[in-house]
């Protein structure tokens, strides 16, 4: 019932830093955990990050702690993905995901999935 549409990714040289971004319709996010997870060619999707329903906390795959930052407007029915320091091994499909719940979890299940945005990072 929602509709998650991402944006905003594209090829970057290491190093450098891309926002992704993830509109979302249909529902208000306001009651959804949101989260980002990615996939890499010949690799099983994995976690990324996750965002509490009003934004306050937020977890990370170790991966990527410290780098990226995930983030939302409520307001805007939107949820982002800050990436710095971009390494080659982050090249993936990146998904945007929102859960029914009210518990921020290390996860790859979610209820509702928006279609992917290609990351690819060069050396």
């Known amino acids: 019932q929602v509709q998650l549409v991402e944006s905003g990714g594209g090829l970057v040289q290491a190093g450098g830093s891309l926002r992704l971004s993830c509109a979302a319709s249909?529902?208000?996010?306001?009651?959804?955990?949101m989260g980002w997870s990615r996939q890499a060619p010949g690799k099983e999707r994995e976690f990324v990050a996750a965002?509490?329903?009003?934004?306050?906390?937020?977890v990370y795959a170790d991966s990527v702690k410290g780098r990226f930052t995930i983030s939302r407007d409520n307001a805007k029915n939107t949820v982002y993905l800050q990436m710095n320091s971009l390494k080659p091994e982050d090249t993936a499909v990146y998904y945007c995901?929102?859960?029914?719940?009210?518990?921020?979890?290390?996860?790859?299940?979610?209820?509702?999935w928006g279609q992917g945005t290609q990351v690819t990072v060069s050396s």
């Open positions: 965002i509490s329903r009003g934004g306050s906390n937020s």
């Open positions: 249909g529902r208000t996010i306001s009651n959804y955990v």
């Open positions: 995901a929102a859960r029914s719940s009210s518990v921020v979890l290390r996860t790859t299940k979610y209820d509702y």
